[in-house]
């Protein structure tokens, strides 16, 4: 997109984003491990894209750098900056979550490559998938996502005194999960690999639900968030809920159901008049335009 911009324009665009980027310290607490997690986030993209490093170009240093920039600097960075002020010790079990984040960004790299690869094998860019195979990449999967769950689950289980029926819950929805996924399989070779993005779902809605559950059950106030959580993440993108079941059912029942009731008034309403909508076989609109047509 940038190819066609001017050198100057490009160097304004950076420079903005990188004010963006730095805006909230302003305001925010910071260290010198704050500094150094910020220019590890910099550095990452940098040498990722940039050249003549450019390690993009090379499969195993990009899925890691991708991983590192996505994932485990931005949650390293966002865990210190609450532990600056925290009235208490930020406890060392919170590496498993690193650690857990460090496989679900490998995960999901090596996903979004095994989508862009007719693309970037025309484009003739190596990358993982591409180099080691089908077969390879869905083992390399298998064992990343092994990982992934087993660090995450051990995070859940020390997070909280909750976290034993976080861990419970994280475990029915995986099982539940991989079954509906199993079941709604074709027997095409590239479906194989959406058993990899089962867990993802429990990690945008179900447990940030599952938290902000224990912040209601502490103070009712919370709720406001639960509701605001629940409106924007489930009802508006659908993708995000089980392939849009929860969307679906919103749709069939509340909107469903508002619409019933407000025809119902309209129709009584035009009742109140003589007219019989039901006996004219059109909507309330349709009734007045064709009145409109008449006069």
Known sequence: KLKGVSIPVVGLLFGLSLAVMLL????????????????????????YSIPPLRLKRFPLPACLLDTAYAYVWPMALSMHTFAIQAPWQVH?????????????GFRNIVLHQIKDAVADFNSGRKTLPLVVGANKTYRILQLVLALEILLFTLFLLFFHRYGSLF????SIYLVWKYNSIQKGL?????????????????YQLW???????????????WLYL??????VLAFNFRRLILGGELAEIYHKTILHGISMVVNTIIYYVFRMFGVDLKLEKMSALDYLNSKKRKQ
């Not at 060392?92 to 460090?102: D, E, I, K, R, V």
């Not at 940030?208 to 106030?221: A, E, N, S």
């Open 186 to 202: 074709s027997p095409l070779p590239s479906q194989a690999f959406q058993v990899f993005y089962l867990s993802d779902l429990f």
């Open 92 to 104: 060392s079990w919170f590496n498993f979550l690193l650690a857990a984040l460090f496989f679900i």
């Open 167 to 170: 861990a419970l819950s994280y």
């Open 226 to 231: 639960f509701l605001f959580h629940l409106l």
């Open 24 to 47: 909230p310290w302003l305001v925010l607490p910071f260290d010198e491990w704050s500094l150094i997690l910020i220019a590890l986030e910099l550095g990452s993209f940098l040498v």
């Open 207 to 221: 447990l940030p639900m599952l938290i902000i559950g224990v912040l209601v059950k502490q103070d009712v106030r």
